[in-house]
């Protein structure tokens, strides 16, 4: 169990360019959860997968937001049109569909992407 | 639609003294509580949670908290800080399901300095 990873880390963009970013999830867990983070705030809930359905998505995720997880395994999110509004961290996060007694509801955490869109 | 409210933004404190992180959550229907920690530079990680059982729970490192239906409370306490405490706390809640998984919805945050 090597956690949830996400690429890159950093990610310096100029307005108006696209941005995609990568969450590689714990290998056996079936949903996975995008979260963005911004300023002074705590993470707010973008959107989440069912191995590679997309159940949800939040008011916050504008049509310039786009994310798949096409196997039901990694996912992309990527932003289009980039604005200044868009720097946050962007954070994935996982969970087993079934979880073990006790596990309920324990998302396991990435370290983040932070954007910043000059 | 659930809400949660951290009072405090910072609390700084003293090295071996006690510290209480405050949580307050809205919600009509029964929620799921947990604390995230998040160091510097790092990504969450779980603190503790409430399910169901015991309305005191504890975690591994000396934190505890306890769930207040009444007062829609679960504040987050530990008798004793040290430097290596030095982060931010997130307190959340999320639906209760029989899935046992869903969405969670953050505070804003508590910065906990420790003060040597």
């Known amino acids: 169990d090597t956690g949830v990873s996400q690429d890159p880390r950093h990610k310096i963009t100029k307005r108006g360019q696209n941005v995609t970013f990568r969450c590689d999830p714990i290998?056996?867990?079936?949903?996975l959860y995008w979260y963005r983070q911004t300023l002074g705030q705590g993470p707010e809930f973008l959107t989440y997968?069912?191995?590679?359905?997309?159940?949800?998505k939040s008011r916050l995720l504008s049509d310039r937001f786009s994310a798949e997880r096409p196997k039901g395994s990694f996912s992309t999110l990527e932003i289009q049109r980039t604005e200044q509004g868009d720097s946050a961290m962007y954070l994935c996060?996982?969970?087993?569909?079934?979880?073990?007694?006790?596990?309920?509801?324990?998302?396991?955490f990435g370290p983040g992407t932070r954007l910043t869109v000059l | 639609a659930q809400s949660v409210t951290q009072l405090d933004s910072q609390v700084p404190v003293f090295e071996e003294a006690p510290v209480e992180l405050r949580c307050n959550y809205s919600?009509?229907?029964?929620?799921?509580l947990f604390w995230y920690v998040q160091y510097p530079n790092q990504g969450l990680q779980l603190l503790l949670k409430y399910l169901s059982g015991s309305t005191l729970v504890e975690s591994i490192n000396g934190f505890e908290a306890e769930f207040n239906k009444s007062q829609t409370s679960f504040h987050l306490r530990k008798p004793s800080v040290h430097i290596s405490d030095t982060a931010e706390y997130f307190c959340?809640?999320?639906?209760?399901?029989?899935?046992?998984?869903?969405?969670?919805?953050f505070g804003t945050g508590t910065r906990l300095t420790i003060i040597p």
């Open positions: 959340a809640v999320s639906l209760r399901s029989n899935f046992g998984n869903e969405k969670l919805t």
């Open positions: 997968f069912q191995n590679e359905a997309q159940l949800e």
């Open positions: 919600s009509s229907v029964s929620v799921y």
């Open positions: 290998s056996e867990h079936n949903r």
């Open positions: 996060a996982s969970s087993p569909n079934q979880p073990k007694p006790g596990q309920n509801n324990e998302q396991f």
